[in-house]
């Protein structure tokens, strides 16, 4: 495969595969797989912010815990900041790897430890990694201040705290070992709307202040215009578009994508019509022979039953659609 690597690249991903065994019977024999990822290529560069949309059940998860190494690949590779994740590094190497990547959950509560207060929760990986500067309480105010919450909060517990402010701590607790890159799991979905654009500002703001790269996963492309600087849509374990952020939403190539775009409500755009999509995602563990998206496509003609669609690029932009052959546009 050819590879996309540029010199400011931080993570590649190459034909990218997670599937899952559906284990059954009293033998336990392996009776198919959940195509989790199936073939997924994707590159981001270093100070960038990917968002990843799509359904819930596209994959978009897992992709981000393969990436954070909580999910093992079949196939393919994702090589961070030129070293392969799939090869056997030294203990002191895997360990630096796992500190420079780190993810944000969706649910802030659940990924905190409920026994632990904020000041050991921000300094667990400062220590374990060798990174405090000057004492531990010094350590902690410093993060703190950095995603806006008060020294009063430094000796609470999780519970104590509101869904917007556990969000902050999680936030926090991911700078804690000074990462270049997180993955952000649908960071502000679990939150009040009145708080998610705080969250996404502070996001914004620490992305600038420490020179951080995100891939932003959500289900919502509007969130995800405002800050991401490319696109990929993910259907049914695939990317079936990327491309520079307006560009994509500005001018959707693929059917898929269109109707996601069409479903964002634009004020002053009341009227507009929304593209309904036929049934639902279909199972990955038996996804549809040809284009995936073939069953659900107002567009489906026959090749689209019986060929998987090759990429093509249009300019910085990629899809997978056999209304858009590889070579120059028509
Ligand atoms: Fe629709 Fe065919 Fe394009 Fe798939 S390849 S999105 S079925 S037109």
Known sequence: MESIVQSNTLLEIEGLRVWFPIVRGVFSRVRGHIKAV????????RGETVGLVGESGCGKTTLGRAIMGLEQARE???????????????????????????????????????????????????????LMEGSKEESALRLLSDVGL???????????????????????????VRPEFIVCDEPISALDVSIQ???????????????????????DLSVVRHVADRVAVMY?????????????IENPLHPYTQALISAVPVPGEEGRKRIVLKGDLPSPSNPPKGCPFHPRCPYAMKVCKEVDPPPAQRGAHRVNCHLHPPGPAS
């Open 38 to 45: 199936d073939g997924v290529s994707l590159f981001i560069r």
């Open 76 to 130: 393919g590779r994702i090589v961070f900041d030129g070293k392969d994740l799939s090869h056997r590094h030294s203990t002191a190497e895997a360990r630096l790897l796992a500190r420079r990547r780190q993810m944000i959950f969706q649910d802030p509560y659940s990924s905190l430890n409920p026994r632990m207060t904020v000041l050991d929760i921000l300094t667990e990986g400062m220590e374990e990694h060798g």
């Open 150 to 176: 008060d020294r009063a909060m430094l000796h609470r517990y999780p519970f104590e705290f509101s869904g917007g402010q556990r969000q902050r701590i999680s936030i926090a607790r991911a700078l804690s």
């Open 197 to 219: 654009a705080q969250i996404i500002n502070l996001m914004m703001e620490l992305r600038q202040k420490y020179s951080l790269s995100y891939l932003f996963i959500s289900h």
């Open 236 to 248: 049914l374990g695939r990317i079936v578009e990327e491309g520079p952020s307006d560009e994509v």
